[in-house]
């Protein structure tokens, strides 16, 4: 395979919770086979805001094999050779991991990439917003069934096809050789709660709450005096912890962007509050100081847990 696309739905706030999962297969930049699964979740609770995504009832998925029936079939395309490629991968690399945590399932090595990243390099400078609706309308790529879980992974696989093509490149390979900032991360080192974020159990921080709960900062550290501001939500962290993380490595965490920021750390937008372009104010000013010259690095939530485990040895 070139590339394997992948997309869950879940049914609660449990990223154990897989109720549905597609997978497309794509060899020489066409898409060759699919899958699609119906779920039972470990517990059959489905929450209602869940349900009115994806459309997914009780009555659907109460007889549907569980997750480790599910895995036992399509586990071996989960290895070194193959990426595995998802739109906004951080939520599906999640689902996947805390599955096979349930079910005591040893972890996969393998590489994986999100097409948001994979897709921004082709359409870079025009305020495409991130959302699989938005790239997927920008392409041209027809998105038949949002949310359904066969019909995600498929939109996702031709994103990157079309993303692929519009650069002329050959394949994946040469695109991400082209294009090596494309963050490419492995599945073994990916750090996840158990429960997915979500609009109802979000708490505003206020910026002047948090104070450092130590006084021992290693000055090597890529946070250590740098000004950090958050933007939207964390799917996989509480933001206080996020903001408590930065605070007790040295940083500092601000609550506006300007030229002084360093980090902008983006979360997930609710498009209700930030308008169809799916970027906050703070991010579209990010990059209006980017653009002047400034050095502000944007982080999704996965390139900042990744910064914050860094450790640096204060003798280099």
């Not at 029936?69 to 739109?87: L, M, P, Q």
């Not at 963050?183 to 750090?191: A, D, G, M």
């Not at 158990?194 to 609009?199: D, E, K, L, Q, V």
């Not at 030229?259 to 579209?284: H, I």
Request: proline letters at 3%.
């Amino acid at each position: 395979m070139d590339f394997i696309t992948i997309d869950f739905e879940i049914a609660n706030n449990q990223l154990d919770s897989a109720c549905s999962m597609g997978l497309v297969f794509v060899q020489n930049n066409k898409i060759i086979d699919q899958k699609y699964f119906l779920i039972q979740p470990p517990t059959l609770v489905i929450d209602p805001d869940f349900s009115k995504i994806h459309g997914l009832s009780l009555e659907d998925i109460k007889n549907s094999p569980k997750f480790d029936e599910v895995w036992n079939e399509i586990s071996h395309h989960f290895n070194s050779e193959n990426y595995i490629i998802a739109h906004n991968a951080q939520f599906d690399m999640s689902v996947l991991k805390n599955c096979l945590s349930t079910y005591s399932f040893n972890m996969p090595e393998f590489k994986y990439i999100d097409s948001i990243t994979i897709s921004t390099r082709a359409c870079r400078g025009e305020g495409i917003g991130n959302s699989l609706k938005e790239r997927t309308e920008r392409f041209g790529i027809k998105l038949d069934d949002h949310h359904n879980a066969l019909s995600d992974a498929k939109a996702c696989a031709e994103l990157v096809i079309k993303s692929i093509e519009t650069k002329r490149r050959r394949s994946i390979h040469t695109y991400l050789s082209t294009f090596p900032s494309i963050p490419i991360r492995n599945f073994t080192e990916l750090k996840t709660n158990s429960t997915f974020r979500t609009r109802k159990n979000f708490r505003k921080v206020t910026v002047s709450d948090i104070v450092a709960t130590t006084e021992n900062f290693d000055d090597k550290h890529p946070l250590y005096n740098k000004n950090v501001v958050f933007t939207g939500e964390l799917i996989t962290l509480d933001r206080r912890d996020a903001m408590q993380m930065v605070v007790n490595l040295g940083g500092k965490i601000k609550s506006g962007v300007s030229g002084a920021t360093d980090y902008l750390v983006v979360g997930k937008q609710d498009k209700n509050v930030v308008g169809k372009s799916g970027l906050s104010s703070k991010e579209r000013k990010a990059y209006e100081f980017i653009e002047k010259g400034k050095n502000i690095k944007i982080l999704d939530e996965d390139d900042f847990k990744s910064i914050v485990s860094q450790t640096v040895s204060k003798e280099l």
